[in-house]
Structure formats: structure tokens, C-alpha cells
């Protein structure tokens, strides 16, 4: 079965610095793009970060530049997503996806991990 | 980075059909055949219902069909059914410098 699980969220406070994890299994994780989206309470999907399947290319969106940073080991299946700096409107819950490898589209997301930042 | 424009609600009767549209720029929606459309059940994770503009996944309902017309795209379904009672997103490749994704702001659809 082809399955994303996300964990490493928690509670921290404002300036504080998280890491979370993504363990992929029943795919060949280093064949594909994956991506970061996240969803603030009561809003919309947002994306956050994506990386090439080889490591070679990340992008971001803009708010997050500088701050976090996305990485991945083929080796171990997991994709991660350090969080530094963080502010109160990162408080989101946290989507790992799989890109698809022959069309634009995310096919497969897991199950988010929540990530609050507050004093 | 700015996102897309989706309405913020549609409803429909069972049975009905109802059309979610998301209106981008030539740097997104307008540029590229690369939009893609997600459900999102309460407390759920967002699954994917339409790539590449108008193409199903293996899985989804044929009553679930896109399109697009200059910088807006549709998302059709057709013969609503209770379940269909979601949170949709669109979303897109943009490309201004640097290559990167965004979403429409979500469309709640409500089934009478």
C-alpha cells in the first residue's frame, strides 16, 4: 500500500525551531517530487516547499524562504522539513505529498502532523 | 505568489450539477495545462480528483470533470450526490522566478 506518515509536530514557541519527518513506503520514493502543504486552522491549502527526486532542486514559497528548509534521504524513504524561526502564522497542520511522475498533481498525501507555534 | 480565486461556497440539489471556477494569471492557470484539483473532507487529508486540467485518476468518479479558458478553470460535477459535500481546491505550477505551486483559497460545496 502507498502511504506518506508524517510526525515530528508538536508545540513551540514563537523563534523556536522544528523538525518534521515524512516516512514513505509501497513506491520507489527516490523516483519522485515531494512536497510540503500546509493548512492553517479554518484555511485554505497552502504550499509550502517541493524537492527534486534527487535532491539536486528545492523551491519555496516566499514567506518561508531562509526560515525552513527541505530535504530528503532516498535512503531511509523520508522526506523532512526543518523549521527555524518559526511565528505564530506557521501554526498549521503540516501535509507531506507525492508528485505525481508523469502529470501535475499530488496523488498521494498523508495524514498531517500538527504544528503549533505560541507562548 | 498570490493564490487563486475560487468562490467561497457553491450548493447544489442532488441530482444537479455545479461548476467551481478558478481564476489565476497567464504566470499560472493561463500559462500551462498544469492545474489540478483536490477534495477535502472535514478532518481529512485533500485528495486528488483532476490533473493535468481535465484528466481522472484511476478511482475518481466520472460524474468529476475540468476544464479550462484562458487564465480560469472549471471544476464540474455533475449528478450531485451527498458525499460530494467538500472543500475543493485548485491548484497550479507557476513559473515568475522561480518555479513554484499555488493553491486557490478553497470552495466549500454544500448539497442541499
Known amino acids: 500500500e502507498v502511504q506518506l506518515v508524517e510526525s515530528g509536530g508538536g508545540l513551540v514557541q514563537p523563534g523556536g525551531s522544528l523538525r518534521l519527518s515524512c516516512a514513505a513506503s509501497?513506491?520507489?520514493?527516490?523516483?519522485?517530487?515531494m512536497s510540503w502543504v500546509r493548512q492553517a486552522p479554518g484555511k485554505g491549502l497552502e504550499w509550502v516547499a517541493n524537492?527534486?527526486?534527487?535532491?539536486?532542486?528545492?523551491f519555496y514559497v516566499d514567506s518561508v524562504k531562509g526560515r525552513f528548509t527541505i530535504s530528503r534521504d532516498n535512503a531511509k524513504n523520508s522526506l523532512y522539513l526543518q523549521m527555524n524561526s518559526l511565528r505564530a502564522e506557521d501554526t498549521a497542520v503540516y501535509y507531506c505529498?507525492?508528485?505525481?511522475?508523469?502529470?501535475?498533481?499530488?496523488?498521494?498525501w498523508g495524514q498531517g502532523t500538527t504544528v503549533t507555534v505560541s507562548s | 505568489q498570490s493564490a487563486l480565486t475560487q468562490p467561497a461556497s457553491v450548493s447544489g440539489s442532488p441530482g444537479q450539477s455545479i461548476t467551481i471556477s478558478c481564476t489565476g494569471t497567464?504566470?499560472?492557470?493561463?500559462?500551462?495545462?498544469?492545474v489540478s484539483w483536490y477534495q477535502q473532507h472535514p478532518g481529512k487529508a485533500p485528495k486528488l480528483m483532476i490533473y493535468d486540467v481535465s484528466n481522472r485518476p484511476s478511482g475518481v468518479s466520472n460524474r468529476f470533470s475540468g476544464s479550462k479558458s484562458g487564465n480560469t478553470a472549471s471544476l464540474t460535477i455533475s449528478g450531485l450526490q451527498a458525499e460530494d459535500e467538500a472543500d475543493y481546491y485548485c491548484s497550479s505550477y507557476t513559473i515568475t522566478s522561480t518555479l513554484s505551486v499555488v493553491f486557490g483559497g478553497g470552495t466549500k460545496l454544500t448539497v442541499l
Open positions: 509501497g513506491f520507489i520514493f527516490s523516483n519522485y517530487w
Open positions: 524537492m527534486k527526486p534527487d535532491g539536486s532542486e528545492k
Open positions: 505529498a507525492k508528485e505525481n511522475r508523469y502529470y501535475y498533481g499530488m496523488d498521494v
Open positions: 497567464s504566470s499560472d492557470v493561463g500559462g500551462y495545462n498544469y
